[in-house]
Each structure stands twice: as C-alpha cells, then as structure tokens.
C-alpha cells in the first residue's frame, strides 16, 4: 500500500502528496509544500498532519526497523476521484478526511466529515520547514513559539522561511515543542540518498466533534483569518467540476493535466515537467502541450504557454529548464526549440488563431531558422547537406540527456536522427506558414531547404542491414543502436518516410523496443541494455537511457501506428491505450509515471506524475477516437 501515492497541485508549483497508507515515504512528501516564487521554490513547510479520534491513532510513519503509529489499519476506504479522500473507523467514530490544494495559492485544506458516531479530534502537525531537495534535523534555531487565537495557528518555523498558519475553528491548542527523530523515507532508501529525518511538532489541536459535522482546516501560508475552508473546497471542486465538462472522453486524464499546468510570473503559464521533483523544461513542455492544453480544450493556456516561451527564445534557442531557485534559464537543448514548431501547428490546427501565430510566433519562427542557419549555442547548425549538426563530445543536447561528471552516458552529438526528423518539420511548418499569411517567396525559399533535407535525410539514415534508420550519425560514423527516436521520422506532421520503409521502421520499433509500459531507449538484446532502474545516482543515470522504457513515447509510436496502418492501426492504439488505464492505479493514482523498467514486470520508475507522459496518452487517445468515428457510417 506504501507504493500507492496521491497528488494534489495548486496551480502556481506547490502541491501535497503523500502515500494512501499515510506514511511518508519520500522527502518530497508533504500536506504543504509551498511554492514561494511560484513555480519555483518548493519548500515542505507542513509535512503533516497526524490524527488521533478517541485516542486511536490514525497516524501512520516508518521510523528504522519499525512503523508507528499504524492508522492504515483502521482505514476501510480510499477514493480518488476529484479529491483524495480517507475513510476511518476507530474510537466509536466513522470520520471522512478530504485533502485539497486551492489552485492560485499555497493552501491545503483538510475536511473532515463525521459519518457516525461523536468524540475528540486530535491533530498533531510536524514541520519541517526546508528547500524540498533537502532533509531537516533536529537544531535549536527551530522557532518554538506558536501563536494561537481565535482558532489560528501561526509559526514562522525558520527566519527567512513564509509564515505557517493552520486554521481550525473550535479547536484550541496545547503547546508541547518538541522533536520526532528519524522519519524514514522507504524510497529515498531505494533511490540511494539519505533518508532520515526529524521533525519539529509545536503541539497539538484539539477539537470536539459530533455526527453529522463537517468542518475544514486550512494549512496555508497566507493568514486565513476570515476565510472558511469548507467554501474555499467547494469553490475548488466546482473549478475541478468544469474542467471534465470539456474532457468527457478522458476524465481522469484531464484531472491529471491540470497538475501540470502553472502560472509563470503575472500572466504566463507554463508546464511543470513532473512530480516531485521537476520544474518546467522547454522540451517537456512543448511535447506535453498539446495533449494538456489543446485535447483538453484549453486553448488560452497553450496560447499563454506558447507567448511565454516565445518570450524567452535567445539566439534561437528556447530554454531547456528553469531552475529551481529562479535563476536564469538554461540554453542547452537542441531539440526543445525544434518541438517549439510542432506545438505551434497543433495549436493553430486546434485554435485557428492566425492572429496570435503570425504577430507573436511567427517572427521568433523565422528568428530561430537564422541562427541555425548560421550556427548558435553548442554547434548547433546547418550543415553544408542540409541537415542539423548539434554539439561536441562531452554535449547532451538530446532528450537522451544524463551525464555523470563528464561521462555522456548516451552520447547523440552529431547528426542524430529525431534531431533532424524535427528539423525538417520546421522547415516545413515555417513554409505553410509563410504561405497560409501571404509572403509566397520566403515560403518558396524554405521549402527547397526542407526538399534538400528529406532527400539528404533518406540517404544518410536508412540502414539497409537492420532495415531502419541510425540513431545517430557522425562524420563517416554510423550509430546503429536500435532506439526508439526513428520513430519520429513516421509521427511528426511531416513524415519523412512512407511505404515499405515506413513499414519496416515501425516493425522494428514493435519487434524490438515496444512494451506495455512505453518504448525502451534501447533494444533488450543489445549488450548495453539495462532492464531495471533502480540503484543510486550513478546508476539510476546509467539506466536512464540504456533500457528504461518512457511511456511519453507511446505518442509517438501510436500516431505512426495510425499513420502507416489505417483504422487497424488505431484498433492496436485504443487496446494499447486500454491496458495503460490500469496504471492509473498502480503508482500516483490517476497520473502517470516517467519511466517503468524496460524489463518485466515493468515496474514503475521515476517521477510520479509526468507531464508528457499524460500528455502523450491524451493526444493519443483524441486521434484513436477521431479516427474511429471518421470511419463509422
């Protein structure tokens, strides 16, 4: 039951999560992990809250060598559905517990519902107050001195930190400070990092209540003095209501892209890449874009997604990440801006907003064709063939991205393939573009760019032994690593490849890289392969593209499958999107993870909730569906 997680996102970076036993099972956990420069840093100020009805322990943790106290005995139900909610019997009382982060803000309320029976609450809060990279101990500049009055809690746990305020009407407060030593965090163990911890508890509250009431905590980091957390619930319930009125096909899935999508700064937006851990990266954000935002009818994020990057491209290039502390971004990526044109054409596709593409996007379009016409950041240019040549040894420019000091775990400088599958999709989007607003010579120009590069693409990539295409080549070198990035030259807008050559591409893919979990970054018989992402850091980045399978590429693939194989292609797609519902149950309940191993049992790896990965399976899913009723009667 520990390996069952449940997410809640507030919109702006911040979030709670913790596993549906109650134990904690990662330093990343917490009711209230606040964004403090949405949507960055992420600081677990609140690490939970442990309740006590009657004096029967509903709490549970993991201390080393032993779990106490054990309330997941007393739980008799569990639900995911707009909100994560507990069902405990225990002292005589039956008690509901709802959890909710309220989108725009750093709050979590937490409602508490009396189904049967009558006695007294008891709610023990544990601090940690640190970056949530990072783990606490025990130390004496902890501030040990709450405030309490009129139902409100409030401590600022460290100088420098926000504020923590618990409200919780009808309760009063019993100040015992005190330290909990070594929390254990079973995943941090498995994940090889350090994973003890204590925490701080300044007391407890405590509250009478009777069957039939419901009242509601909030946790926040703004003082909540006038306001009721039950109305703040459902305000956000309603908000969470409207977003399945626009996704009835995928509701579940849609309820996870909301996770994802954040503000930036006053009016931007923008995608958090994954839980927990992640920011947003252009890369994951352009991929994930289209299924978040545009499947899921919400057009006035992408657009916002889109102005914020555009905003952001410098010499060409969009920003791989932001990091963490808000410091500049990082422009080390050759693909993100690549995958910036694709979401540009999905977007007019799904808006037909030729304003906003032609007076906002279309002059950084043609901005970033320069520069890598005449060479940018890292090598990136256009080579005398035509094609793009990206970055120097010791570069991971590439979504196969780890390197562990200096060693480039997957090295792709080069020419590598999806690279250039993107590339002439650029050149191909800029093209119609140019058309579709008037200025027919630029487009005429681009054009016999792109012309040159399908041509020069199909002659340097096709490997006639294997029958499919390298994954990377490199001066007279040739990298015929059997790698799911040929799959881009059939599922891209502009395929590079038809026919039989399209055919054996996809049979390779089928035959060698293709698991219930997603595609493998490398084919299992290859003597590199690694089957199990597990371990510390160093391996865990080893097996992070030697074998790890990424269900962000079943996108791809099922848009080749319908692409090459018609209507039966997308019969395969909806069974293949049908048996990834279960996972939905499997890891963070109604999300899905980063990575599985490339071996069976395919266990879930990684990040929780990714962003791509639901944004792939909600793309998908929209073209299976379409096309399914294209061809009814």
Request: aromatic letters at 10%; one cysteine or more.
């Amino acid at each position: 039951m520990d390996r069952r997680e449940w997410l809640e996102t507030n919109g702006i970076g911040g979030y709670a999560g913790s596993t549906v036993c109650g134990i904690n099972t990662r330093r990343y956990h917490g009711l209230l992990v606040a964004a403090t420069r949405p949507p960055v840093g992420r600081m677990v100020l609140l690490s939970k809250l442990d309740e006590r009805i009657n004096g029967a322990d509903l709490g549970a943790n993991q201390f080393p060598g032993a779990v106490h106290p054990r309330g997941f005995e007393l739980l008799v139900a569990f639900e995911r559905g707009l909100f994560p909610t507990f069902e405990y019997v225990a002292g005589g009382v039956r008690l509901r517990k709802t959890i909710a982060a309220i989108h725009g803000e750093n709050t979590t309320i937490i409602a508490y519902e009396v189904v049967d029976g009558s006695g007294v609450l008891e709610l023990r809060p544990f601090i940690a107050g640190r970056d949530y990279h990072s783990l606490m101990h025990a130390n004496d500049a902890v501030n040990r001195h709450a405030r309490f009055d009129d139902g409100i809690f409030a401590l600022q746990p460290y100088e420098g930190l926000p504020a923590l305020f618990l409200s919780a009407p009808g309760a009063r407060f019993d100040a015992a400070p005190d330290w909990y030593f070594r929390f254990e965090y079973a995943m941090e163990i498995e994940r090889g990092l350090d994973a003890h911890e204590d925490l701080f508890t300044p007391g407890t509250l405590t509250r009478r209540v009777a069957k039939g009431e419901t009242f509601a905590v909030i946790a926040s980091i703004d003082d909540p003095r006038g306001r009721d957390g039950l109305a703040l619930l459902a305000a956000e319930r309603q908000r969470r209501e409207s977003l399945l009125r626009n996704s009835p096909r995928s509701p579940r899935l849609a309820l996870a892209a909301d996770q994802f999508i954040v503000r930036r700064g006053a009016e931007g937006r923008t995608i958090i890449a994954g839980y927990h851990w992640f920011t947003d990266w252009g890369r994951d954000t352009m991929i994930a874009l289209p299924g978040l935002c545009l499947a899921t009818g919400r057009f006035e994020d992408a657009r916002r997604i889109l102005q914020a990057f555009a905003e952001s491209v410098s010499e060409g290039m969009l920003p791989n990440r932001f990091p963490d502390s808000g410091e500049a971004p990082e422009y080390n990526t050759v693909d993100a801006t690549l995958w910036f044109f694709i979401a540009a054409q999905k977007y007019l596709d799904a808006t037909r907003d030729d304003d906003f593409v032609r007076r906002q996007l279309l002059p950084v379009l043609r901005d970033i064709i320069v520069w890598h016409d005449r060479g940018t950041r890292h090598g990136i240019r256009v080579d005398t063939d035509g094609l793009l040549l990206a970055g120097n040894p010791g570069d991971q420019l590439t979504w196969m991205d780890a390197k562990i000091g200096d060693w480039v775990v997957t090295p792709r400088h080069g020419k590598a393939v999806e690279i250039n599958a993107l590339w002439f999709n650029a050149l191909m989007i800029l093209t119609n573009f140019e058309h579709r607003f008037g200025e027919e010579s630029d487009a005429r120009r681009i054009a016999v760019a792109a012309a040159r590069a399908r041509v020069r693409f199909r002659q340097l990539f096709w490997n006639e032994e294997l029958g499919c295409l390298y994954d990377v080549v490199r001066g007279e070198e040739r990298d015929a690593s059997i790698r799911p990035n040929q799959i881009f030259a059939l599922s891209l807008p502009h395929p590079l490849l038809d026919g039989v050559y399209a055919e054996k591409v996809l049979a390779t893919v089928e035959q060698k890289l293709l698991t219930p979990a997603g595609l493998r970054s490398l084919a299992a018989g290859d003597p590199r392969f690694i089957g199990t992402y597990i371990g510390d850091q160093r391996e865990r980045d080893t097996a992070y593209h030697q074998g790890t399978a990424w269900p962000w590429l079943i996108g791809p693939y099922i848009a080749a499958l319908i692409r090459v194989r018609g209507e039966a292609g997308a019969t395969d797609a909806r069974r293949i999107l049908k048996a990834f519902e279960a996972h939905l149950d499997e890891a963070c309940l109604g999300s899905i993870s980063e990575i599985f191993d490339g071996a069976p049992p395919h266990r879930p790896r990684g990040c929780v909730a990714q962003a791509w990965s639901v944004g792939a399976l909600l793309e998908c899913s929209g073209m299976a569906v379409a096309l399914s009723e294209a061809a009814s009667p």
